[in-house]
Nanobody, 121 residues
Framework: QVQLAESGGGLVQAGGSLRLSCAASGRTFSTYDMGWFRQAPGKEREFVASLSRSGDSTYYADAVKGRFTISRGNAKNTVYLQMNGLKPEDSAVYYC??????????????WGQGTQVTVSS
């Protein structure tokens, strides 16, 4: 089992950048595929980005491709989401997730508590 804790959210102007962090405790990241999801008010939770357990493969939602980057920290117990060129429509609660299977294949088993990102126009 793994426990996830996000940080790094906040308020930023359109065009700005934020870096979200997801710290894991318990079993190491090498056991899990990792992902970021987001949920805006009144909308369903949606996939944002994922990183394979090997670290070799990344996937992105079309809405964030070219602007967001998912990566693993050197200590390998932290996953980051670098968000550049933020838009008001990126405003949401962002969740870190983990699963032994690829997170794009179905709802991940483990979730963090979420961190709010608000982009002002």
């Amino acid at each position: 089992q793994v426990q996830l804790a996000e940080s790094g959210g906040g308020l930023v102007q359109a065009g700005g950048s934020l870096r979200l962090s997801c710290a894991a405790s318990g079993r190491t990241f090498s056991t899990y595929d990792m992902g970021w999801f987001r949920q805006a008010p009144g909308k369903e939770r949606e996939f944002v980005a994922s990183l394979s357990r090997s670290g070799d493969s990344t996937y992105y939602a079309d809405a964030v491709k070219g602007r967001f980057t998912i990566s693993r920290g050197n200590a390998k117990n932290t996953v980051y989401l670098q968000m550049n060129g933020l838009k008001p429509e990126d405003s949401a609660v962002y969740y870190c997730a983990a699963d032994p299977s690829p997170v794009v294949s179905g709802p991940p088993r483990y979730w963090g508590q979420g961190t709010q990102v608000t982009v002002s126009s």
